[in-house]
């Protein structure tokens, strides 16, 4: 009997779904003066299309990305993402008839701008989604368990045993983007029936999640839940896409280094928004990510250790770096600020101890920077002359000091031939991130994120 209602949930989305047409952000109903001004996007719904489809931390808020598309392109064009993460640009991008290009380094993040841009062939949705229900809910099937590192820390075991078998199921389904986009679907809810607490995107045990199991049919109708609320997103955006050409590239790096399939001077706008600093310290990319990807299998085929993502990402890495990198000199925003940090430090001399975890810290800031700086240079070598690079980024405190990190891009810019045009300001409304970070890596330390984020627009002359 439930599988019967399983099924008609499916064909209810499919068939009733409201469409939308591409355009729908322009039918709210605002002045042109408002659009213009207001970059805060707080009356706006977030939700439209794919981009109801799973989380994930600090996403560009749709609205934002689209009116920078109109503005700085045109039909046809290629625009790249440097960070695409879960996919943002490229769907807005995709929306607006624009060929896309995403780089990204964190495995889950991949496969959800993989899911968020391609269409399914929905007329065998029902017939796949029928067989994994019939397997998942047979009794005598034969599968094994998943098991990685600390498995049984994070989950109970029922959660385990009902995991992977669906999992299992899925991977029977003989159409590889429906299998994906039912792993994203899951992966939407690993958080949830572990004993992960889900409310921020570090990973700490939630004591209060040790009394709930997860049964074999509770836990399909908490996945389908998820399951069709994805389903109806997908049919808004293949209905708003029809008759598009635009096509998406997404591409598994690192933008610290040059990526042969983006020609040199071959992109026609890059917009972007980096870490606002090293993801140990701001916001945990890799430890969001990692129970789904340790449960998919993500990162193996791209040789990418999942536990060690937030090691890979810009300023994860300091053992090259010294406080007098030469990168300080190519800013002169980021001198001041290392000769503050120095001050700081001449100051506790004395306390070796504090010292060298104050000192650790200060590479920490000046190895972020210095990544980033590569990245700025490969941007304007994929970047056609006269065209634009925007980057959203926001500006961290750390030690009492305020970190311009607006004013540093811009500054560190002007060496790869792309100067400044303009820095507006917005406040961080709905964009996804929590109100509270780790500052450290000290359970229970927590500083407030920030409230603005900067808008850097600049052209390559």
Sequence with gaps: MFKAIYLNDIENTILRNKRRDADAYEKEDVSITEWITNWDFKKN???????????????????????????????????????????????EATLLNRNSIGIELNPLALLISKVKTTPLNLSNV??????????????????????????????????????SKLIFSINKIPDIDLQDFLKISLSEILREVSLCK??????????????KEWYKKELFDYFHKTFIKNLGGLVEYQNAIEGITAKCIILNGDSRRIHKQVKKGSVDLIITSPPYGDSRTT???????????????????????VAQVDNELLGGKTKNTEIDDDVIF????????????????SNLNKDEKEYKKFLKRVKDVISFYKDLDSTLSNASYYLKNKKFFILITGSRIVKEVKLHTDIIIAELAEHYGLELKSIMYRNIINKRMPYKVSATNIVGEKSSTMTRESIIILQKE
């Design 45 to 91: 719904n977030i939700d439209l299309f794919t981009h109801k489809i799973h989380r994930y931390p600090a996403m560009f808020i749709p609205q934002l990305t689209r009116k920078l598309i109109q503005k700085f392109s045109e039909p046809g064009d290629t625009i790249l993402d440097i960070f695409c993460g879960s996919g943002t640009l490229l769907v």
């Design 126 to 163: 029902i017939k796949h989604y029928e067989k994994m229900i019939d397997m998942y809910f047979n009794p005598s099937l034969d599968f094994n368990l998943i098991n990685f590192n600390n498995i049984e820390f994070w989950y109970k075991k029922s959660a385990i045993k009902n995991i």
């Design 198 to 211: 889900h409310s921020g995107f570090k990973m700490h045990r939630d004591s209060r999640k040790e009394k």
């Design 283 to 305: 916001v945990a990319y890799g430890q969001f990510s990692r129970l789904s990807s340790q449960w998919l299998g993500l990162g193996k085929e791209l040789n990418v250790d």
């Design 330 to 345: 190519k800013s002169i925003t980021l001198k001041n600020i290392q000769e503050n940090f120095l001050y700081k430090l």
